[in-house]
């Protein structure tokens, strides 16, 4: 599948899978962080 091969093999896929893996390493941190924030004032 050219998809897969262009995802892994070029820059332009790299980066993208770089910002995927940004985007959801952030995600997780806001979420973690906003339910200790709720838990601590109640």
Not at 12 to 18: I, K, N, Q, T
Not at 26 to 38: E, R, Y
Request: hydrophobic share 60%.
């Amino acid at each position: 599948m050219k998809i897969w091969t262009d995802l892994f093999s070029t820059d332009y896929g790299l980066m993208s899978v770089a910002v995927l893996t940004l985007m959801l390493l952030i995600g997780a941190f806001m979420l973690h962080m906003f339910v200790n924030k709720m838990n601590a004032d109640a």
